[in-house]
């Protein structure tokens, strides 16, 4: 089954950046799609960008367009996601996902529960 593991998370200053890895296990790579997403205290998980890996094709969510990248290394079966211009509102649990092997594309970022392999998450704070 798919395993995702997030590293990269810590503190920041606003303005600062971060990058975020999830690195897969248990699969053959490059045959899905994979998110990131966010949960900040008492709320729902917010998607934030997702990869479809086979090709590439990226989809960003308004809240963090022009500030926020995902990207892959298909050699090192790692997705990215690059976080410039923090901000304190930035500050949350950020989670790596991934939908099925062979759906042939990525869920709209709010089907949530169509992804369906998370990883543990790794904290982000931001401080101004």
């Known amino acids: 089954q798919v395993r995702l593991v997030e590293s990269g998370g810590g503190s920041a200053q606003a303005g600062g950046s971060l990058r975020l890895s999830c690195a897969a296990f248990?699969?053959?790579?490059?045959?899905?799609?994979i998110g990131w997403f966010r949960q900040h205290p008492g709320n729902q998980r917010e998607g934030l960008a997702a990869?479809?890996?086979?090709?590439?094709?990226?989809i960003i969510a308004d809240s963090v367009q022009g500030r926020f990248t995902i990207s892959q290394d298909k050699a090192k079966s790692t997705v990215y996601l690059q976080m410039n211009n923090l901000e304190s509102e930035d500050t949350a649990k950020y989670f790596c996902?991934?939908?099925?092997?062979?759906?042939?594309?990525?869920?709209?970022?709010?089907?949530?529960?169509?992804?369906?392999?998370w990883g543990h998450g790794t904290q982000v704070t931001v401080s101004s």
């Open positions: 996902a991934a939908d099925a092997v062979g759906s042939g594309y990525c869920p709209e970022l709010s089907r949530v529960n169509e992804y369906n392999y």
């Open positions: 248990g699969y053959s790579y490059g045959r899905n799609c």
């Open positions: 990869i479809y890996t086979p090709d590439d094709s990226t």
